[in-house]
């Protein structure tokens, strides 16, 4: 096992019902989403972070979830502030992977890049990326 340096960060929904702590790594995988459920769940496009297993510490009896479908036929859920519907982190499935949405967060001094995902199948036609923009 490589040790890897993990950072404290601390985070919060617009009401402050929410408020949580997540261990990520100094470079964390962060994805930029501009696919279509990301656009009718949160009316635009997501930046989300994956999380390692027990990384986030949060009060769950404080959110409240919505199961959909994903495009493989696994679920995707979204779990969100009951007061005011901040969304704080999806669970896809799938990967068996949750991500935390980066916007919660109340520093995003440190995250430094994002690949974006989903781009060439949906994106607003006003949004132009660097497509040589890779994560590190
Ligand atoms: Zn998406
Ligand atoms: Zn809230």
Redesign the pocket.
């Known amino acids: 096992m490589n040790e890897k340096k993990m950072i404290n960060h601390t985070g919060s929904c617009i009401c402050g019902e929410i408020k949580f702590t997540v261990n990520l790594d100094e470079k964390p995988r962060i994805f930029t989403?501009h696919?279509v459920?990301?656009r009718k769940k949160l009316g635009g496009i997501?930046t989300i972070i994956q999380l390692r297993e027990g990384a986030l510490k949060v009060d769950e009896s404080k959110l409240s979830k919505h199961t959909h479908n994903g495009g493989s036929g696994k679920t995707i859920t979204k779990f969100f502030c009951k007061v005011c519907a901040a969304p704080l982190t999806t669970y896809v499935e799938k990967w068996k992977v949750s991500y935390l949405y980066a916007g919660l967060l109340d520093s995003i001094s440190s995250l430094q890049s994002a690949k974006n995902i989903?781009y060439d199948e949906s994106h607003f036609p006003f949004i132009k990326i660097n497509e040589n923009e890779t994560i590190v």
Do not use: H, R
């Open positions: 989403c696919c459920d990301c997501a989903f």
